[in-house]
Structures are given as structure tokens and as C-alpha cells.
């Protein structure tokens, strides 16, 4: 740092020269001893350094007067312009530092209002949380303590940023709902087993979140729950989970739509049945009961709250659990035999009345083999002759699978899936309404409330992504959803289909023979031409 006397004079060069000093002049000025601004570019990058640590003068009201100048000039024009290395150094809260110890000792309200809003830019390490917490401890207040709060979650200092949140939250009447998401990412980001007896973090943020009456921010609400319930599902069930697809892919199949959406207005044919093996794998899929049943069987801390409450180590948690969920799942009011005075007896003989009814595969032959390996398994990988005097049959035929194959897309998702999502709902509601808060373990509540959270956003997101897809108007959407249909319709109460999946197995049968009489094969050998790479 210059001697006061030397910066007195910089500082009134500064003032004096500002319409013709740089904001890289005026920093060599008050940071260099001998700065040469006639210096080029080059000399420049190798004699000027940004400072890291700025050290003030204080000793006498002279030093207070001018470093307060130089302050005024840091927050005014240095930050902003070297932005990068005044947050990672921490300019700002070195200057308000200052201001803190020498100029402004005790600061008004609105002062600090200011001050918590330059050091809300301000990167979340220990220099801005040592001034929000001295704010804290010299002014507390429930507004100082979730700015406190936000800091140590940035830093990772998640145990500080809970004991903040939760002080902030006795002090105030109504919390904040911004503050209440952020204390429960920060119960959900800290992820302990034990918030309390038998409570794990994750489990008391799903058991707040499904109390908490009518969110006004819905979208931040189902965020929030969403990455609380993915943190207490065990892998078994995450791994289904739909994935987003390769945006560059995406912006290529819909360009290739679009070339065979206009190549058929000009009057051109498309013979090939619409498959995409990524697009569909990756589709949103239902949470089925064997997958439900695979989830709880990892789900320890859910099967040793169901026996704490039951009070009996001799029933197997595992079959419990299995019956328990298919009894919330048939709306079942089995709730009533768990809270207080608890009647094990008679919620274990209502459960034992509970079956699992294995739906019948309905799905097969040519159905299911594309479904397991594929459309090339099932059509064989060999080139067809564009000169066939029988093309257009073929062109006919394809159109006959499509139309068979959207129509059933059509029907499920308007009378499969839709009642089923319906069903979802009114399943989350009454676990909502009858179970959290009223049992003792919030362990068993909190989990359950976390499966059928996880059943009604894939039946929604599968409901969303078909319609989207039956609704965008080509070809290649309609049948990606048309093919995950069939995949998941298995799953499901589906009524009287067999017939319609016989007519498309038959279509599909049919417009694979049309494919076989049309190989193309070489001249001299009569060998079946395979398919280039690109191709079909």
C-alpha cells in the first residue's frame, strides 16, 4: 500500500485526469510505487499485477480519509472491472472491512441493507461469512441469519447453514418460503442419517415439505421435493429414471423429419417403420410394483420403522412393507390401525388379506422381440430393391403399421393412462392426508410418501411426454410413443387389447414379408445386400 502522503497525490492526479485515465492507469497509480504509463501493452502484462490483499493505513484520520477515497474508487470502478479476481480475493469484503473497523463502526439499518446486498454478489467463502456472521452477532435478526444461512450453504458448510435457518424460523412469525426451500436443500445437500432418533435429514425434509400448505412458488415446491425423494430412493429405483437425450441428436431426427415431412407434401413415400432404440429407452417409464418391491426390499430404514411401530421383530419387514404398499395402492384405509394407540394385530390380519396379482404378459411374438432386441432383429439388416415393380406396396403396408400402431398410442395414453395417473394422484393425496404427520415414525411416512411421490411424477411425465409426442405431428413422434406405449401397457389394467395388439402384430408380420420379397441381391452371386452404415 502507498504512504498516505503519496496517495493524497495520486488520488488528485486521478480526479484530474479522469476523462483520460484508464481504469488499468488509475490501479497502477494507487497500487505502484513507480508506475509508467507510457508503457505499451506488452510491457504492461509483464509489470502490472492485480493486487490480492489490499492493505489499508489507519493510524491517523489522515490515512482514514484518503484510504476511504481509494475504497470508494475499488467498489466504484475496480470491481466491476476486474470482476473475476475482486470476488475471488474478496476486494469487497476487505473494503467493508475497513469501514466496519474505522468509518462506520456502528452502522444504521439501511446500511446494512445495503452492505448485505453487495455481499450477496460476493463468493461464498470465509471473508463474507466472517462480516454476515459478525452482522448476525452484533444485530440479530431472522433476515441476517438466512443471508448467513445462504453463505455457509454456498460453502458447503451445511451443519452452520441448518442451526442459522432454524434460528431464523423461531424468530419469525411466517417463514419465508424462498428460506424455507433453502433449509430444506441444505437438510437434503447435508444428507446425515440421523437429524434426530430414528430420522435421517432427508426423511424430516420429506416429512416438512408434505406438510407445507399451499406453496405459492408450485414449481420450486415439486423441485425441491423432487431432489429430496431422489435422495432417499435407493439406486435400484433411480437408475429408471427417464433421461434427457443428446440435444444435437434430438436437433437431427427432427431435421430428418423434417426432410420426409417435406419430401411427402412433394410427393414422395417413406418406407421405413419409425424406431429410435435411444429416444425410447429413455422415455419416462412407470414405477411397477416388482420395482417398488425391489426398492423397499433395500429400503432398511423403512422396514425398521414399520417394526419399531409395530413393536414385533418377528414379522418379516420385507412382506410387510410389499402388502403395506399395495394397500395404499388399492386405497385401502390400513392407516387407521398405525396411529395412536397403535393395533398391530389388526393391521397385520388386514394386511394378510392384501394379495399381489402378477399382471399376464400380453405382450409378444413380433411385439415384444422389438421391443428386447430391436426393429432390425425382428426385419433383418439387408438392403431392399428401390426398383421393385411392388413398391408401393410395401409404402401402403407401412402406412397400415403406422396408422394400427398410433390409433393403440392414441387409446392408451386417453384410456390406460390417463385413469391410471388420476389413480396416482388421489393415492398421493390420501397418503398425504392420512399419513404424514399423524404417524410416530416419520422414517415409514416420509418413505412411502417418497414411492408414491415417484409413481405419480412418472405416470405424469409419461403422460406429458406422449401427449407432446401424439400431438407434434410427424410420423417418427407419433411411433416413438406408440412403441413405448406397448412397452409399458403390460404394466398396467388395460382392459379388452388383445385385439388390437393382434392387428398390429399381423400388420407387422405382413410388412415384414413385403420387406423379405423385396432384398435386394447381387447380380453374380444372388447374395442378400447387407445395409450400409446410416441406413435403416
Same mark, same amino acid.
Not at 410388412?511 to 442378400?528: I, P, V
Given at each position: 500500500?502507498?504512504?498516505?502522503?503519496?496517495?493524497?497525490?495520486?488520488?488528485?492526479?486521478?480526479?484530474?485526469?479522469?476523462?483520460?485515465?484508464?481504469?488499468?492507469?488509475?490501479?497502477?497509480?494507487?497500487?505502484?510505487?513507480?508506475?509508467?504509463?507510457?508503457?505499451?501493452?506488452?510491457?504492461?502484462?509483464?509489470?502490472?499485477?492485480?493486487?490480492?490483499?489490499?492493505?489499508?493505513?489507519?493510524?491517523?484520520?489522515?490515512?482514514?480519509?484518503?484510504?476511504?477515497?481509494?475504497?470508494?474508487?475499488?467498489?466504484?470502478?475496480?470491481?466491476?472491472?476486474?470482476?473475476?479476481?475482486?470476488?475471488?480475493?474478496?476486494?469487497?469484503?476487505?473494503?467493508?472491512?475497513?469501514?466496519?473497523?474505522?468509518?462506520?463502526?456502528?452502522?444504521?439499518?439501511?446500511?446494512?441493507?445495503?452492505?448485505?446486498?453487495?455481499?450477496?454478489?460476493?463468493?461464498?467463502?470465509?471473508?463474507?461469512?466472517?462480516?454476515?456472521?459478525?452482522?448476525?452477532?452484533?444485530?440479530?435478526?431472522?433476515?441476517?441469519?438466512?443471508?448467513?444461512?445462504?453463505?455457509?450453504?454456498?460453502?458447503?458448510?451445511?451443519?452452520?447453514?441448518?442451526?442459522?435457518?432454524?434460528?431464523?424460523?423461531?424468530?419469525?412469525?411466517?417463514?419465508?418460503?424462498?428460506?424455507?426451500?433453502?433449509?430444506?436443500?441444505?437438510?437434503?445437500?447435508?444428507?446425515?442419517?440421523?437429524?434426530?432418533?430414528?430420522?435421517?435429514?432427508? @426423511?424430516?425434509? !420429506?416429512?416438512? &415439505? $408434505? =406438510?407445507? #400448505?399451499?406453496?405459492?412458488? %408450485?414449481?420450486?415446491?415439486?423441485?425441491?421435493?423432487?431432489?429430496?425423494?431422489?435422495?432417499?430412493?435407493?439406486?435400484?429405483?433411480?437408475?429408471?429414471?427417464?433421461?434427457?437425450?443428446?440435444?444435437?441428436?434430438?436437433?437431427?431426427?427432427?431435421?430428418?423429419?423434417?426432410?420426409?415431412?417435406?419430401?411427402?407434401?412433394?410427393?414422395?413415400?417413406?418406407?421405413?417403420?419409425?424406431?429410435?432404440?435411444?429416444?425410447?429407452?429413455?422415455?419416462?417409464?412407470?414405477?411397477?410394483?416388482?420395482?417398488?418391491?425391489?426398492?423397499?426390499?433395500?429400503?432398511?430404514?423403512?422396514?425398521?420403522?414399520?417394526?419399531?411401530?409395530?413393536?414385533?421383530?418377528?414379522?418379516?419387514?420385507?412382506?410387510?412393507?410389499?402388502?403395506?404398499?399395495?394397500?395404499?395402492?388399492?386405497?385401502?384405509?390400513?392407516?387407521?390401525?398405525?396411529?395412536?394407540?397403535?393395533?398391530? @394385530?389388526?393391521? !397385520?390380519?388386514? &394386511? $394378510? =388379506?392384501? #394379495?399381489?396379482?402378477?399382471? %399376464?404378459?400380453?405382450?409378444?411374438?413380433?411385439?415384444?422381440?422389438?421391443?428386447?432386441?430391436?426393429?432390425?432383429?425382428?426385419?433383418?439388416?439387408?438392403?431392399?430393391?428401390?426398383?421393385?415393380?411392388?413398391?408401393?406396396?410395401?409404402?401402403?403396408?407401412?402406412?397400415?403399421?403406422?396408422?394400427?400402431?398410433?390409433?393403440?398410442?392414441?387409446?392408451?395414453?386417453?384410456?390406460?393412462?390417463?385413469?391410471?395417473?388420476?389413480?396416482?394422484?388421489?393415492?398421493?393425496?390420501?397418503?398425504?392426508?392420512?399419513?404424514?404427520?399423524?404417524?410416530?415414525?416419520?422414517?415409514?411416512?416420509?418413505?412411502?410418501?417418497?414411492?408414491?411421490?415417484?409413481?405419480?411424477?412418472?405416470?405424469?411425465?409419461?403422460?406429458?411426454?406422449?401427449?407432446?409426442?401424439?400431438?407434434?405431428?410427424?410420423?417418427?413422434?407419433?411411433?416413438?410413443?406408440?412403441?413405448?406405449?406397448?412397452?409399458?401397457?403390460?404394466?398396467?389394467?388395460?382392459?379388452?387389447?388383445?385385439?388390437?395388439?393382434?392387428?398390429?402384430?399381423?400388420?407387422?408380420?405382413?410388412?415384414?414379408?413385403?420387406?423379405?420379397?423385396?432384398?435386394?441381391?447381387?447380380?453374380?452371386?444372388?447374395?442378400?445386400?447387407?445395409?450400409?452404415?446410416?441406413?435403416?
Amino acid at each position: 500500500m502507498l504512504p498516505t502522503k503519496l496517495l493524497k497525490l495520486r488520488l488528485a492526479r486521478i480526479e484530474k485526469g479522469e476523462g483520460h485515465l484508464s481504469t488499468q492507469d488509475k490501479l497502477m497509480l494507487v497500487s505502484m510505487e513507480s508506475p509508467d504509463l507510457s508503457a505499451n501493452f506488452f510491457l504492461r502484462l509483464f509489470k502490472v499485477s492485480l493486487p490480492k490483499q489490499w492493505k489499508f493505513q489507519h493510524e491517523t484520520d489522515e490515512d482514514i480519509l484518503y484510504t476511504s477515497q481509494l475504497i470508494k474508487l475499488i467498489e466504484n470502478e475496480f470491481i466491476p472491472s476486474y470482476e473475476s479476481h475482486a470476488r475471488k480475493h474478496a476486494w469487497y469484503e476487505q473494503c467493508l472491512l475497513y469501514q466496519l473497523n474505522f468509518v462506520v463502526p456502528q452502522p444504521t439499518q439501511p446500511q446494512i441493507n445495503l452492505y448485505l446486498r453487495q455481499l450477496d454478489k460476493c463468493l461464498d467463502q470465509q471473508p463474507k461469512i466472517d462480516l454476515l456472521l459478525y452482522f448476525q452477532q452484533q444485530y440479530p435478526s431472522a433476515k441476517h441469519a438466512v443471508a448467513l444461512a445462504k453463505a455457509y450453504a454456498g460453502a458447503e458448510q451445511y451443519t452452520e447453514a441448518i442451526k442459522q435457518h432454524e434460528w431464523a424460523s423461531q424468530q419469525s412469525i411466517q417463514r419465508s418460503e424462498i428460506a424455507f426451500y433453502a433449509y430444506i436443500e441444505c437438510l437434503v445437500n447435508r444428507n446425515q442419517s440421523e437429524y434426530m432418533l430414528n430420522v435421517s435429514d432427508v @426423511e424430516y425434509a !420429506i416429512d416438512l &415439505l $408434505s =406438510k407445507f #400448505e399451499k406453496p405459492v412458488d %408450485q414449481k420450486t415446491y415439486l423441485k425441491t421435493l423432487e431432489s429430496a425423494v431422489n435422495a432417499l430412493l435407493p439406486a435400484v429405483i433411480l437408475q429408471t429414471q427417464a433421461v434427457e437425450t443428446n440435444i444435437l441428436a434430438d436437433v437431427g431426427r427432427s431435421l430428418n423429419s423434417l426432410g420426409k415431412s417435406i419430401g411427402g407434401m412433394l410427393g414422395g413415400r417413406d418406407f421405413q417403420l419409425p424406431y429410435n432404440k435411444e429416444v425410447i429407452a429413455n422415455a419416462p417409464q412407470l414405477l411397477t410394483h416388482p420395482l417398488v418391491f425391489a426398492g423397499l426390499a433395500e429400503s432398511s430404514a423403512i422396514q425398521n420403522a414399520l417394526l419399531r411401530l409395530l413393536k414385533n421383530d418377528q414379522q418379516s419387514a420385507d412382506t410387510l412393507l410389499l402388502k403395506l404398499w399395495l394397500a395404499i395402492q388399492q386405497n385401502l384405509d390400513i392407516w387407521r390401525w398405525l396411529v395412536e394407540p397403535i393395533q398391530s @394385530e389388526q393391521f !397385520i390380519q388386514a &394386511l $394378510s =388379506k392384501v #394379495e399381489y396379482e402378477q399382471q %399376464q404378459t400380453i405382450i409378444s411374438g413380433p411385439i415384444q422381440l422389438i421391443l428386447e432386441q430391436g426393429l432390425m432383429q425382428f426385419l433383418g439388416d439387408f438392403r431392399l430393391d428401390k426398383q421393385h415393380s411392388e413398391r408401393s406396396t410395401l409404402y401402403e403396408q407401412r402406412d397400415i403399421v403406422v396408422n394400427e400402431m398410433v390409433s393403440f398410442a392414441r387409446m392408451f395414453h386417453k384410456n390406460i393412462l390417463e385413469p391410471y395417473l388420476v389413480k396416482q394422484r388421489y393415492c398421493s393425496q390420501q397418503l398425504q392426508l392420512n399419513w404424514m404427520g399423524k404417524l410416530s415414525e416419520v422414517a415409514l411416512s416420509s418413505g412411502l410418501f417418497a414411492y408414491q411421490f415417484e409413481a405419480e411424477q412418472r405416470a405424469q411425465a409419461l403422460f406429458d411426454w406422449m401427449q407432446q409426442k401424439l400431438e407434434k405431428g410427424n410420423d417418427f413422434d407419433k411411433m416413438q410413443a406408440a412403441w413405448v406405449a406397448l412397452r409399458e401397457v403390460t404394466h398396467l389394467e388395460r382392459g379388452d387389447i388383445e385385439q388390437k395388439l393382434v392387428s398390429i402384430e399381423i400388420a407387422l408380420e405382413k410388412y415384414k414379408q413385403l420387406r423379405l420379397n423385396q432384398m435386394l441381391l447381387k447380380a453374380d452371386t444372388g447374395e442378400k445386400v447387407q445395409f450400409e452404415e446410416g441406413e435403416m
